[in-house]
């Protein structure tokens, strides 16, 4: 896959240039994706659970010229190492104070 970020920077904080955009391609097709967007993501290559991915930060580091990405994972709780508990799903009780 081959990416890269775009726009103006929006910030700099020391070694770091932060970005609000990023344009890959993939199987042929160019997509952009900005910061706050959701998008699938395929966690292990040899499996098929599919996770949504939130991109938070997109930044590049001057001293290495690396790009670097912070993303939020959200996951079913089956698909973690303690799976599905009795608690999940539970809504909590209202408290009024009168």
């Known amino acids: 896959m081959d990416y890269k970020l775009i726009g103006s920077p929006c910030g700099e ?13 993939k199987n042929g097709k160019t997509n952009i994706l900005a910061l706050s ?16 991915g939130e991109l938070q930060l997109l930044w590049e580091d001057k001293n290495s010229e690396q790009a ?12 973690t190492p303690d799976g599905r508990t009795d608690m999940h799903g539970e809504v909590s009780q209202i408290i009024s104070f009168n």
């Open 68 to 79: 670097l990405a912070s993303l939020r994972l959200y996951i079913l709780p089956e698909n």
């Open 13 to 25: 904080h020391g070694p770091y240039i932060f970005y609000k955009a990023l344009k890959y391609q």
């Open 37 to 52: 967007e959701f998008f699938f993501v395929k966690l292990w290559t040899d499996s098929d659970l599919i996770s949504i």
